[in-house]
């Protein structure tokens, strides 16, 4: 069932083929127009790169190739093009869509097949969006499944990872996954509160206590209650705090600034750093490293769990358009292709930051690779030497979009790629990729 309508035209010069789709499209609520000749679909195109969401595309047409038209008219108004052809040529297919085509068909098809592809070149189709799922890699599942582990003990948890990795958002998982989840959730920067501020921010102040302290003030560890008390950043905590942290989870309570009463200390820690704490090298308190990675959690960068990349971006693309006016409904293949290429030195958050401009500059309804990587001049694939080479790249990267649209589920994944579980094994492990499920 198609979750948006969209502007579509169909270009096809069948006139059987032709009407039933019009038919179907005008049933599902799109708006649509019908040509059946290549320069027609030019001059229509002419009207602006905003006229059509989508066009459906034969090859084969009286008067030109679908491809020349498509090519033509992404010059001055680039619109995603979803192409149909009975010639199943999938180098041609390769080559549509490294070119900028959204997808591609073969006829002949069922009208479910062709909905489905439709859903997917408008990118609004609501993937399921399960509560604290952190990937579909087999490495962030894994992570996710120790974190639930972990959620029903009270001992601290040390979360580490490159930065911009998901710290933050694996910690607040564990938060909702544990019996606690009403409770508070206090997070702490310790890089970004200045030094000889960051011991009253923790601990609090009673009034008095120092120049400037007019009235009681309750600290981070206070407000935590019995929920989760998140120090990010740990490792830029200053030693002499290290030492009253160490004191704090040995004790279970604390001292205010400028009193001697105790307060007790009854939440959790739990700690993240994109730090080596725990090196010989590190001057971070080594007891203190250890009470504090009593239950560690690694998260690996995000250039290692590429089968997290597109998934991701349909998420985040999805945060975005639902707060933001922006003329973008999704990615388009080649910008996936980019993607997929790029090694993302920022992970999650550098993804998330790139979708975030794109969707707020770009003028089109399909981010194109120029939309997510204006600092790069040119989008060249990887060098391809032979004819395998390039099926492989475009059967992996196949592979990659269908476990990003079932949420890494094996067996819907081969459904839809029309092979058997069995051969989707084989083939991922071929393409060193991996899946939770």
């Known amino acids: 069932m198609q979750l948006e309508t969209g502007r579509i035209a169909i270009l096809e010069d069948d006139p059987i083929m032709g009407e039933s789709l019009y038919q179907r499209l005008c049933l599902e609520g799109h708006q649509v127009e019908w040509w059946t000749k290549g320069e027609e679909a030019l ?6 790169s905003d006229a059509f969401d989508l066009v459906i595309c034969d ?11 498509f090519r033509q008219s992404s010059r001055e108004c680039p619109t995603p093009f979803l192409f149909m052809s009975g010639y199943g040529d999938i180098d041609q297919a390769v080559r549509l869509m490294r070119s900028g085509a959204v997808d591609f068909i073969t006829k002949p098809f069922e009208m479910p097949a062709l909905l489905d ?3 997917s070149s408008l990118r609004t189709r609501a993937a399921a969006n399960v509560d604290g799922v952190l990937g579909i890699s087999r ?4 992570a996710e499944m120790m974190l639930r582990r972990y959620a029903s003990h009270p001992l601290p948890v040390l979360i580490q990872g490159e930065t911009g990795t998901g710290k933050e958002v694996s910690a607040r998982f564990l938060h909702q996954a544990s019996a606690k989840a009403a409770s508070p959730f206090v997070a702490v920067n310790c890089a970004a509160i200045p030094t000889e501020l960051l011991e009253s921010e923790l601990f609090g102040h009673e009034k008095g206590a120092f120049t400037g302290a007019n009235q009681l003030h309750r600290g981070y560890a206070e407000r935590a209650g019995d929920g989760i008390l998140f120090l990010d950043e740990i490792g830029d905590m200053p030693p002499h705090l290290q030492a ?6 040995e004790d279970n309570r604390f001292h205010r600034l400028g009193s001697e009463k105790p307060v007790p200390f009854n939440a959790r820690i739990v700690c993240a750093t994109h730090q080596e704490i725990g090196s010989e090298t590190s001057t971070f308190r080594k007891d203190l490293f250890f009470r504090l990675s009593a239950l560690p959690v690694l998260l690996p960068p995000l ?14 693309l999805e945060d975005i358009m639902q707060v933001r006016d922006t003329k973008v409904r999704g990615i388009s293949m080649l910008a996936e292709d980019a993607m997929l290429e790029h090694q993302w030195p920022g992970n999650a958050r550098e993804l998330r930051n790139r979708l975030e401009r794109a969707a707020a500059l770009s003028e089109n309804t399909l981010l194109l690779p120029a939309d997510l990587f204006p600092d790069r001049k040119t989008f ?20 990659l979009r269908a476990l990003s649209a079932t949420d890494g589920q094996i067996s819907q994944a081969a459904r839809q790629l029309g092979i058997s579980r069995t051969t989707l094994w084989e083939k991922m492990t071929r393409y060193g990729i991996e899946s939770g499920h």
């Open 59 to 69: 090859i084969r047409l009286p008067d030109m190739n679908g491809e020349d038209v």
């Open 117 to 119: 592809r439709i859903s």
């Open 139 to 142: 490495t962030m599942r894994d």
């Open 43 to 48: 001059r229509k195109l002419g009207r602006g």
């Open 380 to 399: 060249e694939s990887h060098a391809v030497e032979t004819l395998s080479d390039a099926r492989d790249a475009a059967e992996k990267r196949q592979i």
């Open 244 to 249: 009253k942290l160490l004191r704090l989870i």
């Open 303 to 316: 250039r290692e769990r590429p089968e997290d990349v597109l998934w991701l971006a349909q998420r985040f």
